[in-house]
């Protein structure tokens, strides 16, 4: 089964400060979504990626999958307290799994 | 167009008893996959309908059930509740199966604690 690794696990940024979380997999990735939530809430759909060298981008997040779809990485820039939360990727592997979840990255914003 | 709703959003249970919850998808979504999060084992896929069919099923217990009805509204149920049940219960909805690659939508959530 498909496993992701999420890095880091946990972060706090100074507010306007960028910052990148990346999300590494044991299998290529054919639909890489990446989710925020709130503590205890549900999730947020930020963005999905599918083919290598894909970059998407929703305000100041911008989300890339690698040409060889193993690795995708979040790149947040002029960081917010709104940006505060975790920060999950998924991954879908065909279905037989549903979406695969990454343990997530815990970022704070200090202001 | 409205999201995906969960009813309900907290609820407490004992051992043993047994609970149901619901999802509505997002209006035209037919594809409906239930999660478990937990601080342990975060975010695990329970199982997936899509136009009323089971498609896939997460390693889970016979105690976890689900169904979908014709308006692809889904209901889970959890029978002979145990502590370690006590969870996050997330549903979300596609417009198309699990596999297709397109976007999946969250709903908020129901907070289920076992005492």
């Known amino acids: 089964s498909q496993e992701l690794e999420q890095s880091p696990q946990s972060l706090i940024v100074q507010e306007g400060k960028n910052l990148t979380i990346n999300c590494t997999s044991s299998k290529t990735l054919y639909g890489l979504y990446w989710y925020k939530q709130k503590y205890g809430e549900g999730l947020i759909f930020l963005m999905m990626l599918q083919k290598g060298g894909e970059e998407k981008s929703h305000e100041k997040i911008t989300a890339k999958l690698d040409e060889k779809k193993q690795q995708s990485s979040l790149h947040i820039t002029a960081s917010q307290p709104s940006h505060a939360g975790i920060y999950l990727c998924?991954?879908?592997?065909?279905?037989?799994?549903?979406?695969?979840f990454g343990k997530g990255t815990h970022l704070i914003i200090q202001p | 167009k409205a999201g995906v709703t969960q009813t309900p959003r907290y609820l407490i249970k004992t051992r043993g008893q047994q609970v149901t919850l619901s999802c509505s998808p997002i209006?035209?979504?037919?594809?409906v996959s239930w999660y478990q999060q937990t601080p342990g084992q975060g975010l695990q896929f329970l199982f997936e309908y899509f136009s009323e069919t089971q498609r896939n099923k997460g390693n889970f217990p016979g105690r976890f059930s689900g169904r979908q009805f014709s308006n692809s509204r889904s209901e889970m149920n959890v029978s002979t509740l145990e502590l370690g049940d006590s969870a996050l219960y997330l549903c979300?909805?596609?417009?198309?199966?699990?596999?297709?690659?397109?976007?999946?939508?969250f709903g908020p959530g129901t907070r289920l604690t076992v005492l």
């Open positions: 998924g991954a879908d592997g065909g279905g037989a799994d549903g979406l695969t």
């Open positions: 979300a909805s596609q417009g198309y199966p699990l596999g297709s690659y397109n976007e999946q939508f």
């Open positions: 209006s035209g979504h037919r594809s």
